[in-house]
């Protein structure tokens, strides 16, 4: 924490600040972030890293641990909801955790080795290119809850899992892999109100990507669910919906593997991780219920907006 | 199996806030100079920092009662609820007599704790 940082001279300008009431100030902006995350569906790691460095002037490497703590509650506290509801597939998650979670320990080491310029360079690059991924996912569904999407897309990947079965077959390996570890699922759609099967290929390319996923999880402290959904649901054709829910299970275990590289190094300050970590949690599962009625999509513009100020800020970091 | 990994989540990520609050209280208590008088400590807020980080240190200070380690506990029990979730998954294959499934989370868990030493050794 720098002593010219403007919030601090904000606070002590508004009196004495204790360490007690810095907590409180750290919760309640982790509140908003983790809300923003989660409208953005991006996550609170992508606006709690540039908060802590940009505004509060911390170590970018504290306030990546702190981030990847917030994480971690954060996926907890989704999962604990979404497994229940039985569309995570826990067989996935746990073979794939193989390859995140030494991901994840391969990028918190390099953290360690990098420059935090270019920590920034790369943190503000991946925002950037998030921000544009986001721009263009907006266009196809113009609807506003996009039921479309949810009907449609069973059919799509049953067809891919048809077509995948029968070349698995033929090329073999893939197919056996997941045959072997019983991948294959199938989950209750409510839309449609039937149980949609689906089978699970390309086993090795998730894995392989998965390792990619959680290196970067670990490297910049963020949950990358932008990088573990896709791979799940366009190279190994899972519903997208399992992806999604599976993904949240996979980013608590990754930002596990990496957390406690950070705290054993003591980048993980208590008094900072704490408020942040239990803020985002609250502002990620809440924010949703609160923001009801708020048209995302119009809101969504601006925060895209507001995603490439902050990404350029980083960069500028970076090289400057 | 389900059910049971959405429990030990969701009660980790309890357990984790019940602790880090009485970790505050603690504090509070203890040293209120600490927590109440200065505006923002620099050596608290900068990377490798005062605060115990390794497994024994946290044991001990929770041992003595220390504000500090109880909230460092508070944080590690957030960072380590997922594998919490892992091990209720590994349990529940082993009783399946899905030793394959028992073998992969069993290698996770492995990662996650060896990553604890190599964390603790690097500079």
Same mark, same amino acid.
């Given at each position: 924490?720098?002593?010219?940082?403007?919030?601090?001279?904000?606070?002590?300008?508004?009196?004495?600040?204790?360490?007690?009431?810095?907590?409180?100030?750290?919760?309640?902006?982790?509140?908003?972030?983790?809300?923003?995350?989660?409208?953005?569906?991006?996550?609170?790691?992508?606006?709690?890293?540039?908060?802590?460095?940009?505004?509060?002037?911390?170590?970018?490497?504290?306030?990546?641990?702190?981030?990847?703590?917030?994480?971690?509650?954060?996926?907890?506290?989704?999962?604990?909801?979404?497994?229940?509801?039985?569309?995570?597939?826990?067989?996935?998650?746990?073979?794939?955790?193989?390859?995140?979670?030494?991901?994840?320990?391969?990028?918190?080491?390099?953290?360690?080795?990098?420059?935090?310029?270019?920590?920034?360079?790369?943190?503000?690059?991946?925002?950037?290119?998030?921000?544009?991924?986001?721009?263009?996912?907006?266009?196809?569904?113009?609807?506003?809850?996009?039921?479309?999407?949810?009907?449609?897309?069973?059919?799509?990947?049953?067809?891919?899992?048809?077509?995948?079965?029968?070349?698995?077959?033929?090329?073999?390996?893939?197919?056996?892999?997941?045959?072997?570890?019983?991948?294959?699922?199938?989950?209750?759609?409510?839309?449609?109100?039937?149980?949609?099967?689906?089978?699970?290929?390309?086993?090795?390319?998730?894995?392989?990507?998965?390792?990619?996923?959680?290196?970067?999880?670990?490297?910049?402290?963020?949950?990358?669910?932008?990088?573990?959904?896709?791979?799940?649901?366009?190279?190994?054709?899972?519903?997208?919906?399992?992806?999604?829910?599976?993904?949240?299970?996979?980013?608590?275990?990754?930002?596990?593997?990496?957390?406690?590289?950070?705290?054993?190094?003591?980048?993980?300050?208590?008094?900072?991780?704490?408020?942040?970590?239990?803020?985002?949690?609250?502002?990620?599962?809440?924010?949703?219920?609160?923001?009801?009625?708020?048209?995302?999509?119009?809101?969504?513009?601006?925060?895209?907006?507001?995603?490439?100020?902050?990404?350029?800020?980083?960069?500028?970091?970076?090289?400057? | 199996?389900?059910?049971?990994?959405?429990?030990?989540?969701?009660?980790?990520?309890?357990?984790?806030?019940?602790?880090?609050?009485?970790?505050?209280?603690?504090?509070?208590?203890?040293?209120?100079?600490?927590?109440?008088?200065?505006?923002?400590?620099?050596?608290?807020?900068?990377?490798?920092?005062?605060?115990?980080?390794?497994?024994? =240190? #946290?044991?001990?200070?929770?041992? *003595?009662?220390?504000?500090?380690?109880?909230?460092? %506990?508070? &944080? /590690?029990?957030? @960072? !380590?609820?997922?594998?919490?979730?892992?091990?209720?998954? =590994? #349990?529940?294959?082993?009783?399946? *007599?899905?030793?394959?499934?028992?073998?992969?989370? %069993?290698? &996770? /868990?492995?990662? @996650? !704790?060896?990553?604890?030493?190599?964390?603790?050794?690097?500079?």
């Amino acid at each position: 924490m720098d002593a010219s940082s403007p919030v601090v001279r904000t606070i002590v300008l508004l009196g004495p600040v204790n360490l007690i009431e810095f907590s409180f100030v750290l919760l309640g902006v982790s509140v908003l972030a983790g809300m923003l995350g989660s409208l953005l569906g991006l996550g609170g790691g992508f606006v709690i890293v540039p908060v802590l460095t940009l505004v509060f002037h911390l170590d970018i490497r504290l306030a990546i641990g702190t981030s990847i703590t917030a994480v971690a509650a954060t996926s907890s506290a989704g999962a604990a909801r979404n497994v229940a509801e039985s569309i995570t597939n826990l067989r996935v998650a746990t073979f794939l955790a193989l390859a995140t979670t030494i991901g994840a320990v391969t990028g918190a080491l390099l953290s360690g080795v990098f420059d935090a310029r270019f920590l920034f360079a790369l943190f503000g690059t991946v925002l950037g290119i998030s921000g544009v991924q986001m721009l263009r996912r907006k266009r196809p569904s113009r609807g506003r809850n996009d039921p479309v999407r949810t009907l449609t897309a069973p059919v799509p990947a049953l067809q891919a899992a048809r077509v995948d079965k029968s070349t698995a077959e033929s090329t073999g390996r893939n197919g056996d892999l997941a045959d072997r570890l019983a991948l294959h699922s199938a989950y209750y759609d409510v839309a449609q109100g039937v149980e949609v099967p689906y089978v699970v290929a390309h086993t090795g390319l998730g894995l392989a990507l998965m390792y990619l996923a959680g290196t970067v999880s670990g490297l910049l402290g963020i949950g990358s669910g932008v990088l573990k959904v896709p791979a799940m649901d366009l190279a190994m054709h899972i519903p997208m919906k399992v992806s999604t829910a599976t993904s949240n299970l996979l980013i608590g275990l990754t930002a596990s593997a990496s957390a406690v590289v950070y705290f054993a190094r003591g980048d993980i300050d208590p008094l900072i991780a704490g408020p942040v970590a239990l803020g985002v949690l609250v502002g990620a599962t809440q924010g949703s219920k609160i923001l009801v009625g708020i048209r995302a999509e119009r809101l969504r513009v601006l925060f895209v907006i507001a995603l490439g100020v902050i990404a350029v800020q980083m960069l500028w970091k970076g090289i400057a | 199996m389900r059910a049971a990994v959405g429990r030990v989540l969701h009660a980790g990520v309890l357990a984790s806030a019940v602790i880090l609050l009485s970790g505050y209280l603690v504090s509070l208590v203890q040293d209120p100079a600490a927590f109440g008088s200065h505006a923002v400590e620099q050596a608290h807020l900068r990377a490798r920092a005062s605060f115990p980080h390794s497994l024994v =240190a #946290v044991w001990n200070g929770i041992g *003595r009662g220390s504000g500090e380690a109880i909230l460092v %506990a508070g &944080v /590690l029990a957030l @960072i !380590l609820t997922p594998v919490a979730g892992l091990l209720t998954g =590994a #349990v529940a294959f082993a009783r399946r *007599r899905d030793w394959l499934f028992t073998a992969i989370s %069993a290698t &996770v /868990l492995l990662v @996650i !704790l060896g990553s604890i030493l190599i964390g603790s050794l690097t500079p």
